[in-house]
């Protein structure tokens, strides 16, 4: 082609010129792009369900008077708790919790009470409420008090009777109790008590051993005749051929 005449323009048929680096690296985030946005919705992790909080039980109103859930209806009026309804309260509960562990004289029930420091009008008031519904008994203590003291324990007249004065009994249930006693009865008790007591005294000589045994069946409430007879019995043998014979 002749000096001067510009080449002419390249036809179609000619390669296109190669993408530089960082637009191959542009059409590569786009194409990735259109690739996440053509997955399908089902791809995707759905979200955790929150579960609605449970409601809080409804209250059973149907023992309450009516004027709460109603207030057109006229209010009821409850009578507050006084004083002296609270102190005859404390009163009972005091005597019921020291009769439920044991039997108690009317006189030990009342100074428990002045104790407590309870007035004295709740102490009288509560003192007949026991003894109008048996709970308090003196006649009934005195007669069980015989019986265990006599029979389990082996204890004479004199002793059972101060006892039940350290109980506080009324005189005139002791007596009673104490004449129901019966004379024979007490003095075979005495018999087996000085008999058991005599075995342990075989060391002793006759002398020691009548001392010994004479205090030991004072200290358990027999005197008198009874006394004697029970002490013939078990350091002669006299009455019974169990008992232990001194020399």
Request: zero cysteines; glycine letters at 6%.
């Amino acid at each position: 082609m002749p000096a001067g005449v510009p080449h002419p323009a390249p036809t179609g048929d000619l390669p296109a010129p190669a993408p530089a680096p960082g637009d191959r690296a542009a059409a590569g985030d786009r194409a990735q792009s259109r690739s996440d946005r053509a997955k399908p919705r089902s791809a995707e992790i759905p979200p955790t369900p929150v579960e609605p909080p449970t409601p809080a039980p409804k209250t059973d109103l149907s023992h309450l008077p009516k004027f709460i859930e109603n207030p057109d209806v006229p209010e009821v009026v409850i009578p507050a708790v006084t004083g002296e309804k609270k102190s005859e309260r404390r009163a009972s509960n005091v005597s019921l919790n020291a009769l439920a562990r044991r039997g108690m004289s009317s006189r030990e029930m009342e100074l428990l009470l002045e104790r407590r420091e309870l007035e004295p009008e709740d102490i009288e008031s509560e003192i007949a409420r026991l003894e109008g519904a048996g709970l308090l008994d003196d006649v009934q203590l005195a007669e069980n008090l015989v019986r265990t003291l006599h029979e389990r324990k082996g204890l004479g007249k004199s002793a059972i009777a101060a006892e039940m004065r350290r109980r506080k009994v009324d005189d005139a249930a002791i007596s009673g109790a104490l004449e129901a006693l019966d004379a024979d009865d007490e003095l075979e008790r005495a018999i087996e008590v000085a008999v058991k007591r005599a075995s342990q005294l075989r060391s002793y000589d006759q002398e020691t051993a009548k001392r010994r045994l004479s205090a030991y069946l004072q200290r358990r409430g027999y005197g008198g005749s009874v006394l004697s007879a029970a002490m013939k019995a078990a350091l002669e043998g006299s009455g019974s051929a169990s008992g232990p014979r001194f020399s």
